[in-house]
C-alpha cells in the first residue's frame, strides 16, 4: 500500500504543484488543513511562500502548530519542508518576530550584499549544491543538478542537519536531514528532472516509519 | 559554482491562444500555450512567461484557464500577467498556478501597487515589465502594449519600481521587439546598474551571439524570446551548449 502524504494548506502558496509533481512519479497526495488528516498521514509536506511571521500565524490559526509537533517530534513522521516550509522548521528569523517551529537548531536570516555589485537579491534561479554530508533527499542526483531557488532570507549554519549547501553572497543551507526531518531550501516541484528525483527520494526511501 | 543564466520562452496569449507580431502589433496565431508550455518544459527552458495581450477584463477566466492548463505542464517556474491592476487579481493569477505574477501599465499609474503585491505576495513573486523606447538620448517607458507614452524614464522607473517592491524587472526593448536585430544590451546594461534585483531582458533576440552579447555587455540575469523558439529557429539545448562553451553559467538539460 503506498504511503499516505499530506501536504499542508497553511495559505501560503502553490500547492497544486507539488500535488502535480508528485503525480508524476506516481505517488497520490492530499492537500489539507484539517489536523484529523495530518494525524492519519504516513508523510507530510510542509510547503511555502510568503512571509515567515504570516506563515506561522496561519499554522497557528489552524491549531496544526501542536498536531505538526506530535507527528514530527513524538511518532517520528517524516516531514518534507520546502523553501518557507524549511525556514519555519528553524528557531527564529530575521523576516519576523514570530518563533519558529524550532526542530532544527539554526537560524533564517536575510542575505547581505555586502558590497558585491554584481549580487542580486532575491536568490532567484537555478543553483548547484555542494555536498557536505551524506543526503537521501539527493540520491541518484547528478552531482552537477541545477535546483530552482526564489527566495530573500536562508539558514547560514545548521551543524550536522545541513547536508548541502548552496552559495549566494555567503554559503547557505540547501539542503536539510535530522533523522525524520527533510527540508529543500530550492523548490523541488520547479526543478525539473532533479527536482522530481528529490521528491520521490523522500517519498520511497526518506527514513523514519514507512 | 553559480546562479546559472536563464533562458525563458515567452507565450503572449490572446488569453486563449499563442500570439505573435511584430512590435506589438500584426497578430497572428502560433498556437495552443499547452502544448507549447510542454515542449518547452521537455526541452530545457529554465523558465516561462505566459502574457495576456489582450488583457480585456472580460476574457480573465478563459486566461486563468489558459495558466492551469499551462502550470499542468510545467516542472519549473511559470511567470504570468497581462492587465493586473489588483492584489486579488494578481492573487487569482497565482492561484490558478503561477509562480509570479507580472505587472505593468497599472504599476506606473500606481507604484503602490508594487507595494502592496510584495506586501501579499513577496517580492520574489512581483516581477515589473517595463516596455521601453528609445526617444532621443534616453529610454521611455510605454504602456498599454507599448502604445501610450508615459513620460517616464525606463531607467529610472526600474530603479523606483524595485524600491516600491518589485524582486525583478522583465524589460523589452520596444525598438527591437520581433526585430531579430539582438538585445538593446546599452538599455539593458543601464537598467542592471541601477537595480539589485535579477533583471530579464526582452526584444531582438536571435542567434547564440545575441544571447551571449545580452549575458555579457547587457549584464542581464535571464534572456526571454518567443518566436525563434515557437518557430523552431532557435533550439533551446543548442543555445545552452553555445552559451557554455563561451562560459556563461547555463543549466544544460541533456
Known amino acids: 500500500m503506498s504511503a499516505r502524504i499530506a501536504i499542508l494548506d497553511y495559505g501560503m502558496g502553490n500547492l ?3 500535488a502535480n509533481m508528485l503525480k508524476r512519479i506516481g505517488a497520490e497526495a492530499i492537500i489539507s488543513s484539517s489536523v484529523a488528516e495530518i494525524e492519519r498521514a504516513d508523510k507530510l509536506i ?4 510568503g512571509s515567515f511571521d504570516n506563515g506561522m500565524k496561519n499554522l497557528r490559526a489552524l491549531g496544526l502548530v501542536s498536531a505538526l509537533n506530535q507527528k514530527v517530534l513524538d511518532k517520528q513522521t517524516p516531514v518534507l519542508g520546502i523553501c518557507l516550509g524549511m525556514q519555519l522548521m528553524t528557531k527564529q528569523s530575521e523576516e519576523g518576530n514570530e518563533a519558529g517551529l524550532g526542530w532544527i537548531d539554526a537560524y533564517t536570516v536575510k542575505f547581505q550584499l555586502n558590497g558585491q555589485t554584481t549580487m542580486r537579491i532575491p536568490h532567484m534561479g537555478w543553483n548547484q549544491l555542494r555536498r557536505v554530508r551524506p543526503s537521501s533527499l539527493l540520491e541518484g542526483v547528478p552531482e552537477d543538478a541545477y535546483f530552482y531557488f526564489a527566495h530573500t532570507y536562508a539558514a547560514l549554519d545548521a551543524g ?8 549566494h553572497s555567503a554559503p547557505f543551507v540547501a539542503v536539510l536531514e535530522q533523522q525524520n526531518i527533510f527540508a529543500t531550501q530550492f523548490h523541488p516541484e520547479k526543478s525539473g528532472p ?3 528525483q528529490v521528491l520521490a527520494n523522500f517519498v520511497r526511501r526518506a527514513g523514519g516509519k514507512q | 559554482m553559480s546562479l546559472a543564466h536563464r533562458i525563458i520562452p515567452c507565450l503572449d496569449t ?5 500570439v505573435k507580431g511584430v512590435q506589438f502589433v500584426n497578430l497572428r496565431d502560433a498556437g495552443d500555450p499547452a502544448a507549447l508550455a510542454a515542449r518547452y518544459n521537455i526541452e530545457g527552458a529554465d523558465e516561462l512567461v505566459v502574457l495576456d495581450i489582450a488583457a480585456s477584463r472580460d476574457h480573465r477566466p ?5 495558466i492551469r492548463r499551462v502550470a499542468a505542464e510545467l516542472a519549473i517556474p511559470l511567470t504570468a500577467g497581462g492587465g493586473v491592476a489588483t492584489v486579488d487579481e494578481g492573487r487569482a493569477i497565482l492561484r490558478a498556478g503561477a509562480d509570479k505574477l507580472t505587472v505593468n501599465t497599472a504599476a506606473i499609474r500606481n507604484p503602490e501597487l508594487l507595494t502592496a503585491l510584495a506586501a501579499e505576495f513577496g517580492s520574489q513573486a512581483v516581477v515589473l515589465a517595463i516596455d521601453a523606447k528609445r526617444v532621443d538620448d534616453h529610454w521611455e517607458a510605454f504602456v498599454r502594449g507599448g502604445s501610450v507614452p508615459t513620460g517616464l524614464d525606463a531607467v529610472a522607473w526600474a530603479h523606483q519600481g524595485v524600491e516600491c517592491g518589485a524582486g525583478e524587472i522583465l524589460v523589452t526593448s520596444m525598438d527591437r521587439d520581433g526585430m531579430r536585430s539582438g538585445f538593446d544590451c546599452a538599455l539593458t546594461a543601464a537598467i542592471s546598474r541601477v537595480v539589485n534585483v535579477p533583471v530579464i531582458a526582452s526584444g531582438g533576440a536571435d542567434t547564440p551571439e545575441t544571447f551571449l552579447e545580452v549575458f555579457r555587455e547587457g549584464r542581464a540575469d535571464a534572456a526571454l524570446a518567443a518566436s525563434i523558439f515557437h518557430d523552431r529557429i532557435q533550439g533551446l539545448g543548442e543555445l545552452k551548449r553555445y552559451l557554455g562553451e563561451h562560459s556563461i553559467s547555463v543549466r544544460q538539460t541533456g
Request: hydrophobic fraction near 45%.
Open chain 1, 194 to 196: 532533479a527536482g522530481a
Open chain 1, 16 to 18: 497544486g504543484s507539488i
Open chain 2, 62 to 66: 478563459t486566461f486563468l484557464e489558459t
Open chain 2, 14 to 18: 490572446d488569453g486563449e491562444r499563442v
Open chain 1, 160 to 167: 550536522e542537519a545541513g547536508v548541502a549547501l548552496c552559495d
Open chain 1, 46 to 49: 510542509l510547503p511555502g511562500v
